[in-house]
């Protein structure tokens, strides 16, 4: 395949949604890790039940988009809008964040932040990837096993990850748990002018978010 024709398809991808397995091979951010593609449980529309779609979040949003064209104003920006608004509510469990982000999402929980050790990513399109999380409701499902990390966003070669330190398989109650993590590496890792940042984000549940240049 030539340059160009590999360029072509690349673009394609990243304008069609294509399956992460059309971008070139990535790197675990943590050597020795495997690397898994993620599946999330996700609800395409109001009312509706769950449903297992693969890939980055921006390739799920826009499979969501073809499989309900109104899922950007019945679902997403509802979401954005909650997650705007800290609340009282409840705990979220996986059952009830198929509905609705809760408090949690704002946790005060302790996140060990180590800035750096990657290649920078675009400060922008983590914030892009960040809004993508907490836009989609539902909960990752089958997430990274045990040493292995999944790459849950990644466009214009900047990247979020999500890697399992746990001996066992680990699920999230959604996925504004791991927005919340780049989010706090965003705001503690302030690169160059303020447009590129990189590092990691440890959870006191012994799992992690990375922020990193990347290949996408």
């Known amino acids: 395949m030539t340059l160009l024709a590999f360029a072509v398809l690349i673009m394609s991808a990243a304008a069609y949604g ?5 971008w070139p091979p990535a790197d675990s951010p943590t050597p020795g890790y495997g690397i898994v593609e993620l599946s999330w449980e996700v609800i395409p529309a109001p009312g509706q039940s769950p449903i297992i779609l693969n890939g980055t979040v921006e390739q799920v949003h826009s499979q969501l988009l073809e499989i309900n064209p109104k899922y950007q104003a019945e679902v997403f920006e509802k979401r954005e809008d ?15 964040d198929l509905t609705e ?6 946790s005060t929980q302790i996140w060990r932040i180590q800035c750096g050790g990657y ?3 675009s400060t922008k399109r983590i914030k892009d990837g960040i809004k993508y999380l907490n836009g989609i409701a539902g909960q990752p499902k089958n997430g990274p096993g045990p040493n292995n990390c999944g790459r849950v966003s990644c466009s214009y ?20 748990t ?19 940042v990189s590092g990691t984000g440890e959870h ?9 240049g990347d290949i996408c």
């Not at 294509?18 to 059309?22: L, Q, R």
């Not at 997650?83 to 469990?93: H, I, K, Q, S």
């Not at 979020?160 to 398989?169: G, L």
Request: proline share 10%; charged share 10%; glycine share 6%.
């Open 18 to 22: 294509f399956p992460s397995h059309m």
């Open 82 to 96: 909650l997650l705007a608004a800290p609340t009282a509510a409840p705990v979220a469990t996986a059952a009830t």
């Open 101 to 106: 982000p809760t408090a949690v999402a704002h």
């Open 119 to 121: 290649d920078s990513a």
């Open 157 to 176: 070669n900047s990247s979020i990850w999500w890697c399992n330190d746990n001996a066992a398989p680990q699920a999230l109650p959604g996925f504004y």
């Open 178 to 196: 791991i927005a919340t993590g780049a989010s706090k590496i965003v705001n503690a890792c302030p690169g160059e002018n303020n447009k590129t």
């Open 204 to 212: 006191p549940g012994n799992w992690r978010v990375v922020v990193k």
